[in-house]
């Protein structure tokens, strides 16, 4: 069984951080950009000239207007093919998994994997970007797994499952939330809970992550840019 991330990419400059933050994870990474994005040429540009083995790109069609970054997976699902005891999850272009994160995946056996997300501590103000909340979302139960409380990153599912459902490419605001709700209407014994594995979200956002003693973990560190 590998483990796939697939990550809706435009934030270059955080390619060589992401890289240096994900390798040692044992995972396969699909950062997905469009015709008009750059992932190939960023990587060169900073010394990752030779394609390494657990990182492979996908360019798909530009997005047409209106249309969020979420439609880049659903053209994963039609340019690849999908393995269906592989797990595939989804992580955006300024986010990060905790520390043995996938050491934990990698012992389960369930169909639809979900669990929880720190959002740091401030909410930073910052022209142009949206204001999402510092608030923990932690999944423990059928009742967390709702629009507006889950975010893309806070589930990951096996193959059988990726390849049957797609996002709302026009819906910008719930639409990683109504597609968890549909695996938890759909699938409701496939699914195992696991509230005490995090994720960070916007983790490379500054001034996001501004505190270490807020952690809810000893092992968390402070974002670090490569």
């Keep these: ?34 015709v ?11 010394g990752h000239k030779k394609q390494k083995y657990w990182i492979h790109p996908l ?25 269906d005891d592989d797990y595939y999850g989804f992580m955006c272009d300024d986010n990060m998994y905790s520390p043995n994160f996938f050491d ?16 740091g501590d401030t909410v930073p103000d910052r022209k142009g970007e949206v204001p999402h909340h510092a608030t923990t979302l932690r999944i423990a139960e059928p009742w967390d797994v709702r629009h507006g409380n889950i975010d893309i990153m806070q589930y990951i599912i096996k193959g059988e499952i990726f390849r049957k459902y797609r996002f709302d490419v026009y819906d910008h605001a719930y639409s990683d939330g109504h597609y968890a709700e549909r695996l938890k209407f759909q699938h409701p014994d496939d699914i195992q809970f696991l509230p005490n594995l995090y994720c960070f979200f916007n983790y490379f956002q500054p001034g996001r992550y501004t505190d270490p003693s807020k952690f809810l973990d000893p092992t968390w560190k402070m974002p670090k840019f490569v």
């Design 104 to 119: 934990v995946i990698r012992q389960q056996t369930a169909k639809i994997l979900m669990f929880s997300m720190y959002r």
């Design 1 to 34: 069984m590998d483990i796939h991330v697939l990550t809706p990419f435009y934030r270059d400059y955080l390619a060589p951080t992401l890289i240096h933050y994900l390798e040692p994870m044992g995972i396969i990474w699909h950062p997905i950009v469009t």
């Design 59 to 83: 360019v798909v069609p530009k997005l047409a207007p209106g249309m969020n970054a979420f439609k880049k997976i659903n053209d994963f699902i039609e340019m690849r093919h999908i393995v």
């Design 36 to 46: 008009e994005e750059r992932w190939p040429t960023v990587a060169q540009a900073k």
